[in-house]
């Protein structure tokens, strides 16, 4: 579908839960329609459940359902994160970001007060909860990891988590 630009399972399935109620999939792409429309067409489907601007679910003609969640590429780590965790976890690391001044959603990391955006990486967002960086040091370090560096595999390019944790420890 033009437009994908990554696809991956998450919830309970990534997590390698013992049991699994439903499958959620991610897709990153530059436009949602197209891949709701598609997902809600295939054969295996026996009716669709919900169908939003982000989200679709379905049920398969064997009983499982099926949900969807469509992000821009730039969000991905942060979706990664925010539809993988358990219910527990994001309540616990929202809490955690509450706590610093912050808003963590699955389009990213921002400040509270302002509503900026100071990360949608995975990689930048953990080194926030881990208490690494702070806005103030980021923007003086001027650490900035765009969409374009991220390698396929969804995380930020080796050399560039070299070149980031040096400048941490700098």
Same mark, same amino acid.
């Given at each position: 579908i033009d437009g994908v630009r990554r696809v991956a399972?998450?919830? #309970?399935?990534?997590?390698?839960?013992?049991?699994i109620g439903d499958v959620d999939?991610?897709?990153?792409?530059?436009?949602?329609?197209?891949?709701?429309?598609?997902?809600?067409?295939?054969?295996?489907?026996?009716?669709?459940?919900?169908?939003?601007?982000?989200?679709t679910?379905?049920?398969?003609?064997?009983?499982?359902?099926v949900d969807l969640r469509v992000v821009p590429l730039e969000?991905?780590?942060?979706?990664?994160?925010?539809?993988?965790? #358990?219910?527990?976890?994001?309540?616990?690391?929202?809490?955690?970001?509450?706590r610093k001044g912050l808003k963590l959603n699955e389009y990213g990391l921002f400040e509270a007060a302002s509503g900026d955006l100071l990360a949608a990486s995975a990689t930048i967002i953990l080194l926030y909860a881990l208490g690494f960086l702070t806005a103030k040091t980021r923007a003086e370090r001027k650490i900035v990891l765009n969409p374009e560096d991220v390698a396929v595999n969804g995380g930020a390019k080796v050399a560039d988590k070299i070149k980031l944790m040096r400048n941490l420890l700098d």
């Open positions: 399972y998450a919830g #309970s399935l990534r997590r390698m839960a013992e049991t999939l991610l897709v990153a792409s530059t436009d949602r329609e197209p891949v709701m429309e598609a997902f809600a067409g295939y054969d295996v489907v026996d009716r669709v459940i919900a169908r939003g601007d982000t989200k679910s379905i049920l398969t003609r064997n009983g499982l359902q969000a991905w780590g942060a979706a990664m994160i925010y539809f993988t965790g #358990s219910k527990a976890h994001n309540i616990r690391i929202r809490e955690m970001a509450v």
